[in-house]
């Protein structure tokens, strides 16, 4: 069973920035895809990044330009650096892999942008 584990959220001020960790329990080189979902209060989660096996990158239009998706083989970790946050980038953040249709969900880490 594949394990995933979020760190690296809390509460950071406007224009700030934070970087969300997401640590698998096997070879990330193994799934598809990994993605950063994000879920607010009242509302349905929806998608932020995605990195596939080859490296190609994708982005929600709300993020683009402040958020980067990345990743460390040798440490089995996807990342996702945040720049400029805004208050409306406050949510529960979830990290997302798959192997063909077998997909697998972290915990969450929730990510408060605020004075």
């Known amino acids: 069973q594949v394990q995933l584990v979020e760190s690296g959220g809390g509460l950071v001020q406007p224009w700030g920035s934070a970087k969300l960790s997401c640590v698998a329990s096997?070879?990330?080189?193994?799934?598809?895809?990994m993605r950063w979902y994000r879920q607010a209060p009242g509302l349905e989660r929806e998608f932020v990044a995605s990195i596939n096996v080859g490296g190609k990158t994708e982005y929600a239009e709300s993020v683009k330009g402040r958020f980067t998706i990345y990743r460390d083989g040798a440490k089995k970790t996807m990342y996702l650096q945040m720049t400029a946050l805004k208050p409306e980038d406050t949510a529960v953040y979830y990290c997302?892999?798959?192997?063909?249709?077998?997909?697998?969900w972290g915990q969450g880490t929730q990510v408060t942008v605020s004075p």
């Open positions: 096997e070879n990330i080189f193994n799934f598809n895809t």
């Open positions: 997302y892999a798959n192997i063909l249709s077998r997909q697998w």
